[in-house]
């Protein structure tokens, strides 16, 4: 494992116009408005508090949907891994896994409620497309070591200068302790609505069990108490031992561990493994398995996506699904795997089958895309995947106990095919406007009625997280760190401002002053 560093800064680049192209979900055109920026570095903090205010990222190309205005509204969704529990049609998929891993079974017939396809994000592919017509005027390659050793050069200059005189001109760069805090990024708002008849189930009450079971339950008691009122000396006087009465069964249900670790026999089928990579050039792993890794993605893109090979190039994948602009970092509280963007591939009999791109961040697991084999589509790959890594962040949050959500992307309820991700309970859905975190059953209703809704009923509440001083906002600007308030001396177009103000509220207060915004 690499030793700890912490990184020096994120850089990014904000394009002040918004973005409208073709629709991924309702396919019309020029309907999709969002807002974007490209990330040449990033910090895993400042990407966990973006993606917190409702950004993503697909490659080193940040987005951010204009909720108010695109056709098809997409709102960030978290799963709560500590609470979950797997439904009914996921322990089908579990069993489904089992059986074929033992016996080489395939199921014919699919689960309900499966989703159509992995859990990808269909509008991505417009995402990406647009980032070949970005006009990216900084590149981290041509900045070079002297730039970055310049950088930190500038932070010296400035704490030297802040002690020897005082001077309010520069920021004083802060402790990156100071600046993370701790505990959750956005506060939840916990509030518990019945559903409205035949809308689901009632989380307030018990699962319900069937009629069968409950007969069968109340007849193992009634047995237990006659046992206890004399046939227990019975047995015991015969000489039979005490496991063979009648015993209640537990209501306790499988964990979704004990469901996907469940032990198969020494003669098994097949062998299934799950290893997880950094995705980077500089890992052996990842290198050696690339090719086989790239030709699964083509395979994949071509029979589910209808892209042709020219469109799946080893630079077109590698930009999409293996650059990445996250810093890796190893605190000594974090997981043993650290901070960053990995590949988790899956194995089947020594070929690789499926892969789940991810980022693992302060406070969360990050789904940002899935390829597979689609010959094994019988598996239900895409949500045997999601439960896998729900139960890879139950196992991170065992060492770093502030990790503790599964983001599975946008949930987008005006279309249908990617309602199945609110499949996965407990969940929450991002407020568009307050960025607090609200329950899914809560948001349904009003999902329901409009497109375009803001989840918290406060009329009185408002972004905590918004920029309220633009001066104290960072800038790169002639190979230079500075607070905006200095970078205005030399600010050639006054309507500048506008840009940087825009800029400033859609990453909020906390990013705008830890990030260096690019200014030519």
């Known amino acids: 494992m690499a030793s700890w560093s912490?990184?020096?800064?994120?850089?990014?680049?904000?394009?002040?116009?918004?973005?409208?192209?073709?629709?991924?979900?309702?396919?019309?055109?020029?309907?999709?408005?969002?807002?974007?920026?490209?990330?040449?570095?990033?910090?895993?903090?400042?990407?966990?508090?973006?993606?917190?205010?409702?950004?993503?990222?697909?490659?080193?190309?940040?987005?951010?949907?204009?909720?108010?205005?695109?056709?098809?509204p997409q709102y960030t969704i978290r799963c709560r891994p500590l609470q979950f529990q797997p439904s009914k049609s996921h322990k089908k998929v579990l069993k489904k896994m089992l059986k074929f891993l033992a016996k080489g079974e395939i199921s014919k017939g699919s689960c309900e409620d499966e989703p159509m396809d992995s859990t990808m994000e269909d509008a991505v592919a417009g995402d990406f497309a647009l980032v070949n017509k970005l006009d990216i005027k900084c590149d981290l390659k041509t900045l070079s070591s002297d730039l970055k050793g310049g950088i930190e050069s500038e932070e010296k200059k400035k704490e030297n200068s802040l002690k020897k005189e005082g001077s309010k001109e520069l920021i004083h760069p802060q402790a990156i302790e100071e600046?993370?805090?701790?505990?959750?990024?956005?506060?939840?708002?916990?509030?518990?609505?019945?559903?409205?008849?035949?809308?689901?189930?009632?989380?307030?009450?018990?699962?319900?069990?069937?009629?069968?079971?409950?007969?069968?339950?109340?007849?193992?008691?009634?047995?237990?108490?006659?046992?206890?009122?004399?046939?227990?000396?019975?047995?015991?006087?015969?000489?039979?031992?005490?496991?063979?009465?009648?015993?209640?069964?537990?209501?306790?249900?499988?964990?979704?561990?004990?469901?996907?670790?469940?032990?198969?026999?020494?003669?098994?089928?097949?062998?299934?493994?799950?290893?997880?990579?950094?995705?980077?050039?500089?890992?052996?792993?990842?290198?050696?398995?690339?090719?086989?890794?790239?030709?699964?993605?083509?395979?994949?893109?071509?029979?589910?996506?209808?892209?042709?090979?020219?469109?799946?190039?080893?630079?077109?994948?590698?930009?999409?699904?293996?650059?990445?602009?996250?810093?890796?970092?190893?605190?000594?509280?974090?997981?043993?795997?650290?901070?960053?963007?990995?590949?988790?591939?899956?194995?089947l009999d020594g070929k690789i089958i499926a892969v789940g791109v991810i980022d693992i961040l302060p406070y969360c697991v990050s789904s940002v895309y899935l390829y597979y084999d689609p010959d094994y589509s019988f598996l239900s790959l895409g949500v045997y995947s999601a439960l896998r890594e729900i139960a890879f962040t139950k196992q991170l949050h065992e060492r770093a106990s502030q990790l503790s959500y599964y983001y599975m992307g946008f949930y987008i309820h005006s279309c249908p095919k990617m309602r199945y991700k609110g499949q996965y309970r407990p969940s929450d859905l991002l407020c568009p406007e307050t960025y607090v975190w609200v329950p899914i059953e809560q948001c349904l209703p009003s999902l329901d009625n409009s497109k375009y809704c803001r989840f918290n009923q406060d009329p009185q509440a408002v972004d905590e997280g918004r920029s309220k001083d633009l001066n104290r906002l960072r800038v790169l600007h002639r190979r230079s760190t500075m607070p905006y308030a200095v970078y205005k001396n030399y600010q050639e177009d006054p309507s500048e401002e506008e840009g940087v103000l825009e800029y400033a509220n859609l990453v909020g207060q906390k990013c705008a002053e830890r990030m260096l915004l690019f200014r030519n």
């Open 179 to 347: 600046k993370l805090g701790s505990g959750e990024p956005s506060h939840s708002i916990k509030v518990h609505i019945g559903p409205k008849p035949g809308k689901g189930a009632d989380l307030s009450k018990p699962p319900c069990r069937k009629a069968k079971e409950m007969r069968k339950e109340r007849k193992r008691l009634k047995l237990m108490q006659q046992n206890s009122a004399g046939a227990f000396e019975g047995f015991q006087a015969q000489g039979q031992p005490a496991s063979l009465l009648p015993k209640a069964k537990s209501n306790q249900p499988k964990s979704l561990e004990d469901l996907i670790f469940e032990s198969l026999p020494e003669n098994a089928s097949h062998k299934l493994e799950v290893r997880l990579v950094p995705a980077s050039f500089e890992d052996p792993e990842f290198k050696s398995s690339f090719n086989q890794s790239h030709s699964l993605y083509i395979k994949y893109q071509v029979a589910i996506h209808k892209e042709t090979p020219v469109e799946c190039g080893k630079s077109e994948f590698t930009r999409f699904l293996v650059d990445s602009p996250l810093e890796a970092e190893y605190p000594a509280n974090g997981p043993e795997c650290g901070y960053g963007s990995f590949h988790q591939q899956y194995w």
């Open 6 to 72: 912490a990184p020096t800064f994120s850089l990014v680049e904000y394009f002040e116009s918004q973005t409208v192209f073709q629709c991924g979900y309702c396919k019309n055109v020029a309907c999709s408005v969002s807002n974007g920026m490209w990330a040449h570095s990033l910090t895993v903090q400042d990407y966990q508090d973006l993606i917190d205010r409702g950004w993503r990222r697909s490659g080193k190309y940040l987005y951010k949907p204009v909720m108010n205005k695109t056709c098809c």
